[in-house]
């Protein structure tokens, strides 16, 4: 029996350990660490057909070895925001705040002018599948732009999740992804800088999908910088962006 307890403590210890492990910064209530893996899906592609009508722009995606609208296989155990509709892509213009798209097309109307698209696929918890030919990103023109156009080979951050309001049980463990094209993060290169409210959590040197834990019910800042070694921002493409999110315990959110 003596044998058995000790046995099921080393265990536990051994659990707590690995648990703590993964967790990466602490500022006050706020816990930041490596979410869990989840299922990948490394044939999966996505392609994009553009046509733009006036100020219109009409996009036609080809998604191949991935299904739209199903459940992602650990969605239930995932612990976090999960859509009900199942798999998705999301369609982001100009780094705003993404469109999630079951069907694969979609008409947004914009200004006149040039634009850029970023697109990728997502499981249905809006974790994003990152491999290169899983996402997509290309300037749309919009009327006679006679600007320079943009230059896609430089560096750029989309900011992907958070978003929106959050409410009950989906705050507890609230999912920070974003996608990177043209750069790469590592502990000795470029790092994506977290900021909540104003104070810098911490430096995040791995493309992964992060939880953060014991935010207060209430809005919240969220910015992230892609930054060198030195800290300094990097020059390129929505390489600093800063958005807001609602956490609510229930609904109806207090005003």
């Given at each position: 029996m003596k044998k058995f307890f000790l046995v099921a403590c080393l265990?536990?210890?051994?659990?707590l350990h690995k648990s703590q492990a993964q967790v990466l910064a602490q500022s006050g209530t706020i816990?930041?660490?490596?979410?869990?893996?989840?299922?990948?899906?490394?044939?999966?592609?996505?392609?994009?057909n553009v046509v733009t009508k006036g100020d219109t722009a009409i996009v036609n995606?080809?998604?191949?070895?991935?299904?739209l609208g199903n459940q992602t296989a650990d969605a239930t155990t995932k612990r976090c925001a999960n859509s009900a509709k199942g798999q998705h892509i999301h369609y982001i213009i100009d780094n705003g705040a993404y469109e999630a798209l079951y069907l694969p097309s979609n008409?947004?109307?914009?200004?006149p002018g040039k634009h850029l698209l970023v697109a990728f696929l997502s499981r249905s918890y809006h974790e994003s599948i990152k491999h290169p030919k899983a996402a997509i990103v290309q300037q749309i023109n919009v009327g006679e732009n006679k600007d320079a156009?943009?230059?896609?080979?430089?560096?750029?951050?989309?900011?992907?999740?958070?978003?929106?309001?959050?409410i009950g049980a989906d705050t507890a463990h609230v999912m920070l992804d974003f996608y990177l094209f043209n750069t790469k993060l590592s502990k000795k290169g470029n790092k994506v800088r977290l900021s909540i409210d104003g104070k810098v959590i911490g430096y995040l040197d791995a493309?992964?999908?992060?939880?953060?834990?014991?935010?207060?019910?209430?809005?919240?800042?969220?910015?992230?910088?892609?930054?060198?070694?030195k800290g300094f921002l990097i020059k390129g493409l929505y390489t600093d962006v800063t958005?807001?999110?609602?956490?609510?315990?229930?609904?109806?959110?207090?005003k």
């Open positions: 265990l536990g210890l051994i659990t816990k930041l660490s490596v979410a869990p893996e989840s299922p990948d899906f490394p044939d999966a592609s996505l392609a994009a995606f080809e998604v191949k070895n991935y299904s008409k947004s109307v914009l200004k156009p943009l230059d896609l080979k430089q560096p750029i951050l989309t900011f992907s999740r958070p978003k929106g309001i959050y493309w992964k999908p992060y939880w953060m834990e014991g935010l207060s019910m209430g809005e919240h800042t969220i910015r992230l910088e892609l930054v060198d070694v958005k807001k999110i609602t956490l609510a315990a229930a609904e109806p959110l207090r």
